[in-house]
């Protein structure tokens, strides 16, 4: 691999910079759901917990310690409060009986978390898990013609909520 200098700016061949940037940056997971129609909700989260980031009852939580990112490519449905289409950030809220999804039009990085920019919530039902997840894991199930049933599973809890098509 050869360097390139142009005065007394340094660039790296791109495959190497890339490869640094990789390497630096925590890595991502992206879970999906294709509704009947072809369109499809997809949502990217970071799923590494640290312990000082484990989720507290009634204390904002996102894995990773930063936010979920939402694609929806069709307008939604959750917990009765319509999400149009577009990108948004989303935050859990775990409960000692149940789980709040809190969906945030705010998506400007580094941003912090305002209420005021909510713009849907959905109560979260939980269930115990036989073994414990170290890390969180987030994923679909399509269970019906217009309907996902998002699940994320962190500790000995998994938690889920549907998003309905509109």
Same mark, same amino acid.
């Given at each position: ?8 700016? +340094?660039?790296? /061949? ?7 940037? *990789? %390497?630096? &940056? ?33 204390? +904002?939580?996102? /894995? ?7 694609? *929806? %490519?069709? &307008? ?46 959905? %109560? ?43």
């Amino acid at each position: 691999m050869r360097a390139l200098v142009f005065g007394s700016i +340094l660039l790296l /061949p791109i495959t190497l910079a890339a490869t640094a940037l *990789a %390497q630096s &940056a925590p890595e991502s997971q992206t879970a999906y759901c294709n509704f009947d129609d072809g369109t499809q909700i997809t949502v990217e989260y970071n799923p590494t917990v640290a312990k000082n980031d484990e989720p507290r009852n009634g204390k +904002l939580w996102t /894995p990773g310690g930063t936010p979920m990112v939402l694609f *929806a %490519q069709t &307008a939604l449905i959750l917990g009765g409060s319509p999400i149009p289409t577009g990108g948004y950030h989303m935050f859990v809220i775990p409960g000692r009986n149940n789980w709040t999804l809190v969906v945030n039009k705010n998506v400007t990085a580094g941003s912090k978390y305002d209420e005021k920019d909510n713009i849907a919530k959905g %109560q979260m039902d939980i269930g115990s898990l036989g073994e414990a997840e170290k890390d969180a894991r987030i994923s679909f199930a399509h269970s019906g013609p217009k309907l996902c049933s998002m699940r994320i599973d962190h500790g000995k809890t998994g938690a889920f909520v549907d998003f309905k098509e509109q």
